[in-house]
């Protein structure tokens, strides 16, 4: 009896020390966050690009799966505006609104709750750096299309780097203004081309990757988005705080619009090479919590027909514009549990904020 009642108790206590170990990793907080969206992603597109590639993707990687709700304040088919904002700031909004609640008024974004708690902050994206996703997490606008506007609202915030399209509407302005002077003037390395990025520079980074929008892949933007999700990371780690980044792969969506499914797989799997980055810094890392999403599907894509031994697809647009289905939501690091399940898009900004420990 004494024997069974030594045996019991040290199976209870390497339970209970298991139990613990397990309470500790899912309570830990996350120094670092790294945000991905893959702009107009459904499930669609995603088995579309794990059909056709030769390789499992990397998202085949991530453990914890769930699913987010897109419909806006005002639509029951969202922007990416209304999109962007719900998950930067956890209020949802009317379709093309940046930064703002149903009233007008400005929101703090994850972005801008970072900086508050001395937070390394970037933006990276293959679009404009002005356009609706990066532009949800630092700029407060009537309507996305307000370009200018959104590139002095770079000027309120104190973000350490960003990485896209879109210097036209900071030099060849309206108003007149060279807003690259205003930059250089708050301590910004400006640089034109992801390949002539100095990570060694002190100060804050302004890359410039296109006038307007990047190339798609098909056209020749090479693999300037894993490239710059990697020197994103490798700039934004130097702060001992930690660092907030957003990474948009924002051509999906547009390959959705043109019913292209060539130009929505290979954007997909460029993606997903820039999600291959993130995942490798943040395993070895091991405090970051890498959240792969999307905010709303575009094309309303379907497969119809498949051989995963020719690695070929026959699909079906039934749609030239975004639908309403649920998007897929990816997690893995400190935090990563909670991401498991269905909820709304206001959520990750919510799960987010746990996950950092900030307080609103």
Request: proline share 2%.
């Amino acid at each position: 009896m004494k024997r069974i009642l030594i045996i019991f108790t040290v199976f209870a206590f390497l339970f209970s020390c298991k139990e613990d170990k397990t309470s500790q990793i899912q309570n830990k907080k996350a120094k670092n966050i790294i945000l991905m969206i893959a702009d107009g992603m459904g499930v669609t597109q995603l088995y579309a690009a794990m059909s056709i590639s030769e390789k499992p993707l990397h998202i085949e990687k991530f453990k914890v799966a769930g699913l987010q709700k897109t419909y806006s304040a005002s639509d029951y088919i969202t922007d990416s505006g209304a999109a962007g904002t719900a998950i930067a700031t956890g209020v949802k909004t009317k379709n093309q609104s940046i930064g703002i609640d149903t009233a007008g008024n400005a929101v703090k974004t994850i972005l801008e709750y970072a900086e508050e708690y001395k937070l390394a902050t970037g933006l990276v994206s293959t679009s404009s750096i002005l356009h609706a996703t990066p532009a949800s997490f630092i700029a407060h606008e009537q309507h996305r299309k307000n370009y200018e506007n959104i590139a002095r609202d770079f000027l309120d915030v104190d973000i350490d780097l960003f990485i896209g399209g879109g210097r036209k509407q900071f030099v060849q302005r309206e108003d007149g203004l060279n807003l690259l002077d205003s930059l250089k003037q708050r301590n910004y390395n400006i640089v034109d081309g992801i390949e002539n990025l100095d990570t060694g520079n002190n100060g804050k980074y302004a890359v410039f990757t296109a006038e307007g929008h990047n190339p798609e892949i098909l056209n020749g933007r090479g693999d300037m988005l894993p490239q710059s999700t990697q020197k994103a990371i490798e700039i934004l780690s130097k702060n001992e705080n930690g660092f907030f980044l957003m990474v948009e792969g924002s051509q999906i969506d547009w390959g959705g619009h043109d019913n292209d499914i060539d130009y929505v797989i290979t954007e997909t799997i460029d993606f997903d090479n820039a999600v291959a980055k993130a995942l490798e810094f943040a395993k070895a890392d091991g405090e970051t919590l890498l959240i792969v999403t999307s905010d709303h599907e575009t094309g309303g894509l379907t497969i119809v027909e498949g051989d995963m031994k020719t690695k070929t697809i026959k699909t079906h647009f039934s749609t030239e514009h975004h639908t309403s289905v649920m998007v897929p939501v990816f997690a893995y690091g400190p935090g990563a549990e909670e991401f498991g399940g269905i909820y709304e898009n206001t959520d990750i900004f919510e799960k987010m904020m746990n996950a950092f420990g900030f307080k609103k």
